[in-house]
């Protein structure tokens, strides 16, 4: 059992930047794929980001693609997701997740996800 712990989510203006980590608890292997999610207030969870571990593959949500920037360091279990230039539509939880499998439609693992607002 993989436990995942966010941070680093916050205040912060818009047009401000957040970086998030999301620690794994034991060291996950590198077939996996690390996401990241968000749900808003009233709003389904939706996909933001995610990276495979080997090859650092990386995908995106249209709505932040070159603003976001995830990656990950295996050595410290951690994967970051680096977020740039906020508008106020990106206020959600954010949420951490890991799957075993690139191959795999689900995830298996979810963290407790971590605020972020940001103000107009």
């Known amino acids: 059992q993989v436990q995942l712990v966010e941070s680093g989510g916050g205040l912060v203006q818009a047009g401000g930047s957040l970086r998030l980590s999301c620690a794994a608890s034991?060291?996950?292997?590198?077939?996996?794929?690390m996401g990241w999610f968000r749900q808003a207030p009233g709003k389904e969870r939706e996909f933001v980001a995610a990276?495979?571990?080997?090859?650092?593959?990386?995908s995106y949500a249209e709505s932040v693609k070159g603003r976001f920037t995830i990656s990950g360091d295996n050595d410290k279990n951690t994967v970051y997701l680096q977020m740039n230039s906020l508008k106020p539509e990106d206020t959600a939880v954010y949420y951490c997740?890991?799957?075993?499998?690139?191959?795999?439609?689900?995830?298996?693992?979810w963290g407790q996800g971590t605020q972020v607002t940001v103000s107009s």
């Open positions: 034991e060291r996950t292997f590198r077939s996996y794929v």
């Open positions: 997740a890991a799957k075993t499998s690139a191959f795999r439609a689900s995830y298996d693992f």
């Open positions: 990276v495979r571990w080997t090859g650092s593959t990386t």
